[in-house]
Structures are given as structure tokens and as C-alpha cells.
């Protein structure tokens, strides 16, 4: 994607042994997992630009094994990303910011205000 920024999809995370689904992530080198940026389930990815857009469909119960398996995170709760049923994302790539989860009417405005092109999202997979 670049900028060390990594999508894998369902078919990978089974490929290589990950067992928390499809997520998109920023690292070093491709398939070290240290900073998850969307976790899963990721339904579709548009790329424009120095921006990533994500549409998410929130998996509860991969982050609850994904919780109960990293020791250090289960105090932290459930997160806001679950509160939609349908998450959309915006990655800046150069200033590495990520939006909160968003809906679809706040992605598009905050797609209008930063100058994204949003043409893609009338396509009907989105």
C-alpha cells in the first residue's frame, strides 16, 4: 500500500498463522504485526493519494480472542469501533493520522474537507 502501510486479507492471516482476521497495519517489513491501525474484519480498501480509506464490519468475537490474548490489553475494554455496524476509516499516510470509526455521511464529509476524491464510494460494493 505503502508508506509501510500493509493490508491482510483473510486468505494471508490463514496463509501465515495469524489468527485475528483481515486488518490493515504499519510496519517495518510486511507481516510483523506490532501496530494494527484497523483491525477486522476489513470488507474494502480505496486508495487515493497520500490516503488510505477503509470500510471495516466490526468481528467482536476475533477481538475478544485478540483481548484475551495479548495480556496487556485487557483492561483497556471495548472500544468504540463497535458501536456502528458498518466503520469507515481514513489513514493519512504521510502524517500517519487515522480517523475514528466513522459513518459513511461523516466519511464523505471529511472526504469533501481534505480534498479525497469519494467518486469510488458510489460504486455499489461500498
Not at 495469524?18 to 510496519?27: M, Q, W
Not at 468481528?59 to 472500544?79: C, H, V
Not at 466519511?107 to 460494493?125: H, P
Request: proline share 3%; with cysteine; aromatic share 14%.
Amino acid at each position: 500500500m505503502g508508506h509501510n502501510y500493509y493490508y491482510l486479507s483473510d486468505y494471508e492471516a490463514i496463509d501465515v498463522g495469524y489468527p485475528y482476521g483481515s486488518i490493515i497495519y504499519k510496519a517495518e517489513s510486511e507481516y510483523h504485526f506490532k501496530q494494527i491501525v484497523v483491525f477486522s474484519d476489513i470488507t474494502d480498501i480505496h486508495q487515493t493519494g497520500d490516503f488510505i480509506i477503509v470500510k471495516q464490519t466490526p468481528n467482536l468475537e476475533l477481538y475478544k480472542k485478540y483481548i484475551s490474548d495479548n495480556a496487556k490489553l485487557r483492561n483497556n475494554g471495548i472500544p468504540n469501533l463497535f458501536m456502528n455496524d458498518i466503520n469507515y476509516y481514513i489513514i493519512n499516510q504521510i502524517s500517519d493520522k487515522v480517523s475514528e470509526p466513522l459513518h459513511e455521511e461523516t466519511l464523505k464529509l471529511e472526504c469533501r474537507k481534505n480534498n479525497i476524491d469519494i467518486s469510488f464510494i458510489t460504486d455499489k460494493k461500498w
